[in-house]
Nanobody
């Protein structure tokens, strides 16, 4: 069983930056992709970024150029650097693990964290 604990959320003004971190513990049964998703009130959960075990990264069009996903395999963590934040980035950000790498990116994540709230004010 894998446990994921997110941290680093908070409140910032438009244009600000935050760095989210996700610490993973336990044995993964599944793929070695990790990723970040977000869920805003009244909206469906949205994929933000993924990273494969080999370090290949994928970012959604809505965050490309502003957010960067990275991993520290020694510490078993995945991070999301978020720059130039906008009010529409406001959401609960969830870490995911155990995803499988396909041709188009990572999918079928098996494990999820509880999330960390990010609020961007105008």
């Amino acid at each position: 069983q894998v446990q994921l604990v997110e941290s680093g959320g908070g409140s910032v003004q438009t244009g600000g930056s935050l760095r989210l971190s996700c610490a993973a513990s336990g044995s993964t049964r599944g793929g070695d992709c990790m990723g970040w998703f977000r869920h805003a009130p009244g909206k469906e959960r949205e994929w933000v970024a993924s990273i494969s075990g080999g370090g290949k990264t994928y970012h959604s069009d809505s965050v490309k150029g502003r957010f960067t996903i990275s991993q520290d395999k020694a510490k078993n963590t995945v991070e999301l650097q978020m720059n130039t934040l906008k009010p529409e980035d406001t959401a609960m950000y969830l870490c995911a693990a155990g995803g499988s790498l396909r041709v188009f990116g990572c999918t079928d994540f098996a494990y999820w964290g509880q999330g960390t709230q990010v609020t961007v004010s105008s």
